[in-house]
């Protein structure tokens, strides 16, 4: 196959924290009875009128500061027309030719290489219901509880040109949406959602090729096979002299390829008009400064403080950050052992083992950790001072796991500290060299890898509570 150049654009739609929908008062909470938060504004009954949510403002400017784009001080709303049984109304309330925030950037590093993604636009509109197709019935179901609940549609421009950098953008932008407090960022319920339009092109073209828009992407993994599968769907098509048609494809996760849905609608075919029932927007720049000034902390300026406060590797700055309750659990840990790079190590490794494991890296806020930072403090500390050693630490953190005791308790309980008196370690090392003088011999001419054998044999006479650094010393002076 040709080389071909891909040309990426993604399209996100976030569903916002907000206690309520965007144009009425209806609960815009997850997981609800279906049909149950719902009201004649949500259904479509003639004769009612939106009102708009005031926080649905508020967050998008938050979004669109936080993402460098320049807030609109006049913005309009329009009416997206389709049919379709998930929208009860004939038509969606979104904007259209005067979004309230354009332009913007995300800035990600892919292959130790920063990128700058730009945006085109960030808008508001309202999400649709939810059909639900049974497999084993000749009907679908409509459940209505998602007519109006808020969202933000964050529009990139084709600058996208691999599935590595897609999945870079859509973390970093969830990420700072989290930090934001604004949406949860779960893709697996939806609240998270990215459609992808792809097309590719021969290196140096100028031209773009035909777009494809694809559906369905409900995880990171979901997005970066979907693009990689479709990028040599296009190069194979075109090689064979077949036309790229505009279309909506859906990803099937099942079988990993991408399949035909329905042809690619042109904005002129949802006859956007500005709704009549809604005024424009008019937002004062007072009220935008003031959402610039209580900006949390976010997350590249986080990673930048990490390294330069705590002396982090960039990877580690970037791992830490990546989520805000996971930066404030590092950051815990370390005001209690001031080891930030054993902190980190830590984190990275066996806590976010358990996070994974657990499956608690879905929710918004971790706010019960298997093992806390008080616990994982303590637990470097007795490493710190030589108590234990590194592998008695990952017996005792095993312990901690759901677990109200310290570290400190365990290993006294449990009779786990190291020993450390040079005195009784002589007399093991002794005890481990008597008859060994073949190998002594090997080690005396230079095959060095005989001193790790000598240790382990220490480290397990001991039952692993040997201070390897003092038999690594004493092991060397008796060699010698």
Request: with cysteine; proline share 4%; glycine share 6%.
């Amino acid at each position: 196959m040709a080389e071909y150049e891909a040309v990426i654009g993604l399209e996100v739609h976030a569903e916002l924290l907000t206690e309520s929908k965007i144009f009425c008062g209806c609960s815009a909470r997850f997981g609800a009875e279906p049909n149950a938060n719902t009201c004649p504004l949500c259904i479509g009954m003639p004769g009612v009128l939106p009102v708009l949510n005031r926080q649905v403002v508020e967050f998008a400017i938050k979004a669109g500061l936080a993402t460098h784009c320049d807030i609109q001080e006049h913005s309009r709303w329009a009416r997206k027309n389709y049919f379709y049984p998930d929208l009860p109304k004939g038509y969606q309330i979104t904007q259209y030719e005067l979004p309230i925030c354009l332009d913007g950037r995300v800035d990600i590093v892919v292959d130790d290489q920063p990128r700058s993604i730009a945006l085109t636009r960030i808008h508001m509109e309202e999400d649709t219901g939810k059909n639900i197709h049974d497999a084993h019935s000749d009907s679908s179901l409509v459940d209505y509880n998602r007519c109006g609940v808020p969202l933000l549609e964050i529009v990139s421009e084709p600058e996208i040109r691999s599935s590595a950098e897609a999945g870079a953008y859509l973390r970093k932008l969830r990420a700072i949406l989290q930090y934001l407090e604004v949406c949860d960022g779960n893709m697996e319920e939806g609240s998270f959602r990215c459609d992808a339009n792809i097309s590719v092109r021969r290196p140096g073209a100028t031209e773009l090729g035909t777009k494809v828009e694809i559906k369905n992407l409900n995880s990171f993994r979901s997005v970066e096979r979907a693009i990689d599968y479709e990028i040599e769907r296009q190069g194979k098509a075109i090689d064979a002299g077949e036309e790229i048609v505009q279309e909506t494809r859906l990803w099937d996760t099942d079988r990993e390829v991408t399949r035909s849905m329905r042809s690619k609608e042109h904005a002129h075919d949802y006859r956007y008009f500005p709704d009549p029932d809604l005024l424009p927007l008019d937002i004062e720049s007072e009220w935008i400064e003031r959402v610039r000034n209580h900006l949390p902390e976010l997350p590249d300026t986080r990673s930048a403080r990490f390294v330069d406060r705590y002396q982090l590797p960039e990877y580690d700055a970037e791992v830490l950050t990546a989520r805000k309750d996971l930066g404030d659990y590092f950051e815990n840990a370390v005001a209690l052992r001031d080891n930030p790079k054993a902190v980190s190590n830590w984190v990275m490794g066996e806590v976010l083992r358990l996070v994974r494991d657990r499956k608690l890296d879905q929710e918004l806020v971790i706010e019960r950790w298997p093992v806390s930072p008080e616990q994982l403090a303590g637990l470097i500390g007795l490493i710190d001072d030589g108590t234990i050693s590194g592998k008695i630490a990952k017996a005792v953190f095993e312990d901690l796991v759901d677990s109200d005791r310290s570290a400190a308790d365990i290993v006294e309980q449990q009779g786990l500290s190291q020993v450390s008196d040079a005195g009784e370690l002589e007399s093991v090392v002794d005890q481990v060299l008597a008859g060994q003088d073949d190998k002594i011999a090997e080690y005396r001419a230079g095959k060095q890898k005989m001193l790790g054998f000598f240790v382990g044999q220490v480290m397990k006479a001991t039952q692993g509570k040997a201070n390897p650094k003092m038999v690594n010393e004493i092991l060397r002076k008796k060699l010698a």
